[in-house]
């Protein structure tokens, strides 16, 4: 699962706007900015989210699920303690 924190991130990392994200995964607009105002996990449908995966992994974005180790080398941010801020 992604989560909104974790969407915006990825997004910002790879330098897009919320509309680029959409234009190159596929999605409408509305569809990004509903996921990122989510709280905790983000629900949709499936072929949504791979999309949005697959164009932030087109973009050199590594999404890493919470206790899992990094696969990829270069730079990165992770959370320490999700839903602290």
Known sequence: MI????LRAA???AG???RTLAEKA????????RMEASAGNVRGVVETL???????DQAGIELIGENMPSQGQ????????????
Do not use: E, H, Y
């Open 11 to 13: 997004r910002a990392l």
């Open 50 to 56: 791979t999309k949005i995966v697959a164009a932030l």
């Open 16 to 18: 897009m706007d919320q």
């Open 26 to 33: 596929g999605v409408s607009l509305p569809t990004i900015q």
């Open 74 to 85: 270069g730079r990165g941010v992770r959370l320490k303690q999700p839903g602290k801020r």
């Open 3 to 6: 989560t909104a924190d974790q």
